[in-house]
C-alpha cells in the first residue's frame, strides 16, 4: 500500500480551480489537505505503486490542475515493493 | 493510532509544508521547516541530495531493516523545499534493480568470470604499471567530488601524466568554456534564487518542465499565484516547456546565434544597452586568426561594425524567427526595469559552435546589464548531480588541476604538487586527449597510433553515451591488445564486452559530496549496505593506488616515501587499501579537506567537510566569518553578496582575463554546421532526454514505474512530415544517417513537437541506440560534440513478405 504525499498546484482562475478541487475530492484515493494558495497538499493511497503513478497522472490530466508535483513515497506498509 | 494512519498523517503533514514552503520567494521568512518524518514507526532518516540531475534536489531517505523504504523531499532543502520531480520521487529504487553487480568479473576465453577483489586490483595494477603512459581513466558528472579527486590525483600526481577524462565534456564543456571567455572563470554568477527573482525566464534550447522540473516549478508556482512571469522559450521543437510560453520562438537549427547576434544589433543600433554598465564593467572581444579561446580584444566600433549585418530581417531570413520576435527580444532586453534570466543546457552546450553561443548570450546580458542584480542572470544548468563538483571544480579533465588551475601553468603545477607533497616536475605540461580523441586512441590498433592502450571507465556508460559509438567505442572491444575495465552498479552497453567488470557501491551505499548547477556542495552519509561485493569507486581507485605503490611505481610515493594517499587517524596511518579498514576513517573527509585547500587560488572557496554535513549544501564561495561560522555566496561579483568584491565597486569581474575587472562582451559570427540536411538524408536529428529517464536508463530502466511510463525510444515527427511519407503515430520507421541506421516507431504529437524537416530522438533506450548515428564533430574550443544535430533520413519499414 504506498503512501505518497504530493503538492497540487491549481490554475488561478476561480472557477477552473474550483472544478478541480472537486474532482479531487471525488476520488477516495486522494485525500485534499488545506489550501495555501495555488497550492494544494494531498496524500494519495493506492493498492500498488503502478495505481499511484497511474494517479498521479490523471491528476495532472485533470482541468485546472497545472503540476502535480511529489513530496514523498512511503513504501514501508509494503516492504515487498520497495 | 495505526500504523497507516499515522503514516497518512505524517503524510499529509509533509505535503501540507510543502506547499507552504514552494511559495518561493514570496515571504521574507518562509514558515520554519520543522521535519515531520518522526521515527516511531522504526524508520531512520538521513539527507541526502538526489542521485539524479543537476539541479541537486535534496531529499530525506528513509531506512528500515538495511533497505530504503521511503523517500521524501527534504524540507529544509532551499533547492527544491520538501518537493521532488517523478525521477527524485523513486530514486531510493535505483538501488534495487534485480540485476545489480555484485562480483568482480573478468573476461576468460571470451566468458565475464567471477573472480576475487584481489585478483582484479592485482589485474589492473599489473597492466598500468607495465605500460602507465598508456593507460587513461574516464570518469563522469555522477563521481563523487572524493572519487573525481582520488582518480585526479592518482592519473596526474602518481602517473605523472595527463589522460583523464570525464563524460561531463560530453554535456556542459562549452558552457565551461563560455563562462572562461566571458569572465575568466568557470560557473553561473547567479542561482536558484534568480528564478524567484525574475521576470522574465528566457529558455535557450532548453526544456526545464522535463529535465529540471523543480526549477521550472518555481516559476510556474509564481505564475499561479498571479505574479507575472514572462516565459519565452526558444527552440528547435516544441516541448512541455513551450507549453507554459508566452512566446514559443522556433528557429532552424544552428542559428541560435543568429538570434543572440540580432538582440545585440538592436541594443546597440538603438542605443538601448546599457552604457553605463559596459562602459565600468565589460570590454569587447571578437575570434583571432589563432582560434584561441581568448580571441582577440576588438573597440566598440568593431563590434558594432561586425553586427551590422544582423538586422532583424537577416536574422529572421538565417533563423527562422520573425524579425518582430527578434524586436520584442531586444526591446525587453533594452528595459532596465525587468529582469531578466536565461536559462540553457545541452541545447547551446552540445553544439559544436558550443563556446561562440554560450558567449553570446552572456554578452547579451552584459551589453543590457542584466546582470548581478538577483533575477537578472544568465544561467547555464547541468545535467548530472555533480558535473560542476566534480568535473568542473575537481577538474577531472586532460587539462585541467583542481579549483580551476591548469596543466598548462608552472605556477598552477607547482602549487599543486606542494599541496600533494610529491617533486616539482611531477604533473606533466602535456594536456591529455579529450573524451573524443582519448576514446577515438582507445578504438584504433596500437601500432596505428591508438597508443590509449588501458581504459578504466567508472560511473559512466560510453557505450551508450558516446556519439558515433561505431567508430569511437565498437572497435576497441575487437582489438586484442585493449583492455577496458568499467565499475559500475548494473550491466550496461559498456559492461558488456568489458574486460573486467567491477561492482560499485551506489549512492547512499556510500559516503558521497556532489556539487550541483548552483555552486552548491552536498554532502551525504552512507545508509545501506550494497549488495554482494559492491565497493565504493573511490575504495577500487585507492586500492589500486596502493598496489601500484606496492609494486615500484615510483609515483604512488610521495617526496618523503609515504603512500600517495596516505590517510591518517590520530596521527596514525590507516590502512584505506584494505577493504576491512575503509571505514574506520572518513576517507572522503581526508580526500576533501586536502582538495579544499586548491579552492582559494580562484576564489572558489570550499568549507571544511565538517561544514556540509549540518547544511543542505552551500554555494562557494565559502567564507569563514569572523565569529567562525561560513557563509555562502548566491550571487557571485555582486558587491554585498561575493565577498571578493571591492567595496564601493558595485561589480567586479575580479578573474577577468584582461585583469582590468572587466567582462568580454563576444562577437561571434553564424556559421554553418559540419553536417546538414540535403537531398539524401534530408531531415535535422535532435537527440536528448526525457523527464522520466536518466541519461543512459541504466537505473531509472530498472524503476519499474518510470521503465512502464517510458518503455522505449522512439522518432519525433511533424505530422506533415508522417503524412508525406504515409506513416502512421507508432510505425516502425527506419531512420538513418551516415553513420548507421536503427528501427523505432514513430510519435506524432507525443511529448514534443518537432517542425517539419527535424527529428528528435531520446538516448535512454539501451536497445535503441541512437548515438551510433550521431556526429562526434565538437566544438573546436571546448571539444563538446554535437548531439542536437545531423542529417538523417527516414523511410517505412518494409512489410515482411
Ligand atoms: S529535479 Fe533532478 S535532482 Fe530534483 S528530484 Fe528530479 S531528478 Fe532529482
Known amino acids: 500500500m504506498p503512501i505518497a504525499s504530493v503538492v497540487i498546484t491549481l490554475d488561478a482562475r476561480a472557477t477552473l480551480h474550483d472544478a478541480a478541487l472537486a474532482a479531487l475530492r471525488d476520488d477516495e484515493r486522494v485525500e485534499v489537505g488545506n489550501r495555501v494558495g495555488a497550492r494544494v497538499p494531498a496524500v494519495l493511497e493506492t493498492r500498488t505503486a503502478d495505481e499511484g503513478e497511474a494517479l498521479v497522472r490523471e491528476i495532472a490530466s485533470v482541468p485546472g490542475v497545472l503540476l502535480v508535483e511529489l513530496v514523498g513515497v512511503d513504501r514501508s506498509l509494503d516492504e515487498g515493493d520497495a | 493510532m495505526d500504523r497507516r494512519a499515522f503514516l497518512k498523517q505524517s503524510a499529509m503533514a509533509a505535503a501540507t509544508m510543502a506547499a507552504a514552503r514552494a511559495s518561493f520567494g514570496q515571504a521574507a521568512a518562509p514558515p520554519k521547516p520543522t521535519l515531520p518524518l518522526a521515527p516511531a514507526n522504526g524508520v531512520k532518516w538521513d539527507k541526502a541530495p538526489c542521485r539524479f540531475c543537476g539541479t541537486g534536489c535534496h531529499v530525506q531517505v528513509g531506512v528500515l531493516a538495511g533497505k530504503i523504504v521511503a523517500i521524501q523531499g527534504d524540507p529544509k532543502a532551499e533547492v527544491n523545499r520538501g518537493l521532488l520531480c517523478v525521477k527524485g520521487y523513486h530514486v531510493g529504487l535505483a538501488l534495487y534493480g534485480k540485476d545489480r553487480l555484485t562480483r568482480p568479473l573478468l573476461k576468460k576465453n571470451g566468458v565475464q568470470t567471477p573472480i576475487s577483489w584481489a585478483e582484479a586490483i592485482d589485474v589492473i595494477a599489473k597492466r598500468v604499471a607495465a605500460d602507465p603512459a598508456t593507460f587513461a581513466i574516464y570518469g563522469s558528472g555522477q563521481w563523487t567530488i572524493p572519487e ?64 529540471h522540473p523543480i526549477l521550472f516549478s518555481r516559476v510556474i508556482d509564481r505564475r499561479s499565484r498571479g505574479e507575472k512571469v514572462t516565459l519565452i522559450d526558444i527552440n528547435t521543437r516544441r516541448t512541455r516547456t513551450s507549453a507554459f510560453a508566452d512566446r514559443s520562438l522556433l528557429f532552424k537549427p544552428n542559428t541560435d546565434l543568429a538570434i543572440a547576434n540580432g538582440i ?68 525587453l532586453f533594452g528595459r532596465r526595469d525587468l529582469r531578466i534570466t536565461s536559462l540553457w543546457c545541452m541545447g547551446m552546450n552540445q553544439h559544436t559552435r558550443g563556446t561562440a553561443i554560450n558567449s553570446l ?64 616536475g611531477r604533473i606533466s605540461a602535456k594536456v591529455g586527449y579529450h573524451t573524443v580523441e582519448m576514446f577515438r586512441r582507445f ?55 568489458a574486460d573486467l567488470v567491477l561492482p560499485s557501491s551506489l549512492w547512499v551505499e556510500k559516503n558521497g559530496v556532489f556539487g550541483n548547477s548552483e555552486r552548491r556542495t552536498q554532502q551525504w552519509f552512507k545508509m545501506v549496505e550494497p549488495p554482494g561485493e559492491a565497493r565504493p569507486d573511490v575504495w577500487q581507485l585507492l586500492a589500486v593506488a596502493r598496489r601500484l605503490y606496492e609494486l615500484g611505481v615510483p609515483g604512488l610515493k610521495d617526496k618523503d616515501g609515504a603512500y600517495l594517499f596516505d590517510v591518517k587517524k590520530d596521527g596514525k596511518s590507516v590502512p584505506v587499501w584494505d577493504f576491512a579498514h575503509f571505514f574506520d576513517v572518513n576517507v572522503d573527509e581526508a580526500l576533501f579537506d586536502e582538495y579544499r585547500k586548491l579552492t582559494k587560488h580562484h576564489k572558489k572557496d570550499l568549507a ?24 555562502e555566496t548566491r550571487f557571485r561579483f555582486t558587491e554585498g553578496e561575493d565577498p ?13 582575463v584582461t585583469k582590468d575587472d572587466r567582462a568580454q562582451i563576444w562577437f561571434n559570427p553564424q556559421e554553418a554546421p559540419p553536417e546538414s540536411p540535403d537531398a539524401d538524408y534530408p531531415f535535422w536529428l535532435c537527440t536528448g532526454r526525457v523527464l522520466e529517464h536518466w541519461h543512459t536508463g541504466t537505473m531509472t530502466m530498472r524503476i519499474p514505474q518510470l521503465a512502464r511510463a517510458m518503455p522505449h525510444a522512439y522518432v519525433e515527427m511533424s ?16 531512420l538513418e544517417t551516415r553513420r548507421g541506421k536503427i528501427e523505432l516507431p514513430v510519435w506524432i504529437d507525443g511529448r514534443g513537437s518537432p517542425p517539419p524537416g527535424s527529428l528528435f530522438v531520446p538516448f535512454f533506450d539501451e536497445r535503441l541506440l541512437i548515438n551510433e548515428l550521431t556526429l562526434h564533430e565538437h566544438d573546436p574550443f571546448s571539444k563538446q ?10 523511410r517505412k519499414k518494409a512489410k515482411a513478405s
Open chain 2, 608 to 631: 571544511p567537510y565538517a561544514e556540509y554535513t549540518r547544511a543542505r549544501g552551500l554555494r562557494w564561495p565559502v567564507v569563514e566569518q569572523p565569529d567562525g561560522s561560513w557563509k
Open chain 2, 719 to 734: 505530422r506533415e512530415d508522417a503524412s508525406r511519407l504515409g506513416v502512421q503515430d507508432g510505425e516502425e520507421v527506419v
Open chain 2, 785 to 794: 560534440p554535437d548531439y542536437k544535430k545531423c542529417a538523417a533520413r527516414v
Open chain 2, 148 to 211: 573525481g579527486y582520488a582518480a585526479l590525483k592518482l592519473i596526474k600526481g602518481g602517473l605523472g601524466h595527463n589522460q583523464i577524462e570525464a563524460n561531463a565534456r560530453l554535456c556542459m564543456a562549452s558552457a565551461v568554456t563560455g563562462f572562461l571567455a566571458t569572465y575568466g572563470v568557470d560557473e553561473p554568477a547567479g542561482c536558484y534564487d534568480d528564478l524567484d527573482r525574475c521576470d522574465v525566464l528566457i529558455t535557450w534550447g532548453n526544456n526545464p518542465a522535463e529535465m
Open chain 2, 264 to 331: 545585440a544589433h538592436l541594443l546597440v543600433e538603438r542605443g538601448t544597452f546599457d552604457k553605463d554598465f559596459v562602459d565600468k564593467h565589460c570590454a569587447f572581444r571578437a575570434p583571432d586568426d589563432k582560434k584561441t579561446l581568448q580571441g582577440k580584444a576588438i573597440s566598440f566600433d568593431d563590434y558594432k561594425r561586425m553586427l551590422a549585418e544582423y538586422t532583424p530581417a537577416n536574422v529572421e531570413k538565417m533563423s527562422g524567427v520573425a524579425a518582430k520576435d527578434i524586436v520584442y527580444l531586444a526591446e
Open chain 2, 361 to 424: 548570450v552572456h554578452g547579451v546580458h552584459l551589453l543590457s546589464g542584466h546582470f548581478g542584480k538577483p533575477g537578472d542572470a544568465p544561467t547555464s544548468l547541468t545535467g548530472q548531480p555533480s558535473a560542476c563538483g566534480t568535473v568542473r571544480e575537481v577538474g577531472t579533465l586532460c587539462h585541467a588541476l583542481p579549483g580551476g588551475l591548469v596543466v598548462a601553468k608552472a605556477e598552477d603545477r607547482a602549487e599543486v604538487e606542494h599541496v600533494w607533497n610529491v617533486p616539482p
Open chain 2, 644 to 656: 571578493y568584491v571591492a567595496k564601493g565597486k558595485g561589480v567586479q569581474f575580479y578573474q577577468s
Open chain 2, 443 to 497: 578504438s584504433t590498433p596500437s601500432d596505428k597510433g591508438g597508443d590509449i592502450k588501458t581504459l578504466w571507465v567508472q560511473t559512466t556508460n560510453p557505450g551508450q553515451s558516446l556519439p558515433n559509438v561505431h567508430e569511437l567505442f565498437e572497435p576497441s572491444r575487437k582489438l586484442a591488445d585493449k583492455f577496458l575495465i568499467v565499475s559500475d552498479v548494473y550491466p550496461t552497453a559498456t559492461t558488456k564486452d
